[in-house]
């Protein structure tokens, strides 16, 4: 497997890696970094679910989560736009930076926030509305009233799903009656709405059947052209096709992580490896 030509172009072009996304070659270059964690630990109550994690993540390419199940990436991703603030006992240590703006520090507004942070879940979870409100209600939430603007960003976000051509004559349809393949696109173009510079996804294909999934894999490597896309796979293989850079989680820390045709072609941790090799989890 080789490097995506775009991640070549920005090895190219941009800054030195710096301590926020140490590489096991310290002479290749990334893209500016627009999202990281400093020294991040989770607990749920008395329980620490992660450890002092520091990652960061490359604008406009896709890092892929990877490891066994209750190794720590669902709540990693759910850290970056504050959902496990919902979550009763929760403490957070650590700072996550979205650009020079520390995500945890007082006054942050987190409705705001998550205005920059499009999320999908593991199941589609479309609403009980038409086609159109479905992916204008973010816009709605956020005071938007003109129609024309609507009507422009729902185009606009379904042609970024791959999803216009397929449902532009049945926008007054209900979305429940789409196909789950559709339905999770569709939850995809909901995300791309309120224009966010993150797009994350958790196990965003789990529940699809391979053609479906082929689509959702075409899809993320086009809009990473546009976002700086964070997936949370089980899907090894999965995480291979469509990622830049791979972590691998393990009981809550973060073994390992570098450009992904490395982590599955030559990894410098022997857990690492038996991961990847199916020795266990």
């Not at 893209?31 to 490359?58: C, H, M, V, W």
């Not at 960003?153 to 051509?165: F, I, K, T, Y």
């Not at 532009?168 to 510079?197: H, N, T, V």
């Amino acid at each position: 497997m080789s490097t995506a030509p775009h991640v070549e172009k920005i090895f190219a072009q941009r800054a030195l890696v710096s301590d926020e996304f140490p590489l096991t070659d310290t002479t290749v270059r990334i893209a500016p970094i627009l999202i990281r964690t400093k020294s991040l630990n989770l607990f749920y109550g008395e329980k620490q679910a992660l450890f002092d994690i520091n990652i960061g993540f490359p604008k406009n390419t896709v890092t892929a989560l990877i490891g066994p199940s209750g190794c720590g990436k669902s709540t990693l991703l759910r850290c970056l736009n504050r959902m496990n603030d919902l979550i009763d006992g929760v403490r957070v240590e650590g700072k996550v930076l979205l650009g020079d703006q520390d995500l945890y520090a007082p006054g942050v507004d987190v409705i705001g926030l998550r205005k920059h942070m499009g999320m999908v879940f593991q199941k589609s979870n479309p609403f009980p509305k038409s086609i159109f409100e479905n992916v204008a209600y973010g816009l709605r939430i956020q005071g938007i009233r003109d129609r024309l603007v609507i009507q422009e960003a729902v185009e606009r976000s379904l042609q970024g799903a791959g999803l216009w051509d397929e449902v532009k004559d049945r926008l007054s349809e209900s979305g429940l009656g789409l196909s789950g393949g559709q339905q999770q696109r569709l939850c995809i173009a909901r995300a791309l709405a309120i224009q966010p510079e993150v797009v994350l996804m958790d196990e965003p294909c789990s529940a699809l059947d391979p053609i479906a999934t082929a689509k959702i894999e075409e899809l993320i490597f086009e809009l990473k052209e546009k976002f700086t896309i964070i997936i949370v796979t089980h899907n090894m293989q999965q995480a291979a096709r469509v990622s830049d850079f791979t972590g691998f989680f393990w009981l809550g820390k973060m073994i390992e992580r570098d450009l992904t045709e490395r982590i599955f072609t030559n990894p410098k941790q022997q857990l690492t490896e038996d991961y990847i090799t199916g020795r266990f989890g």
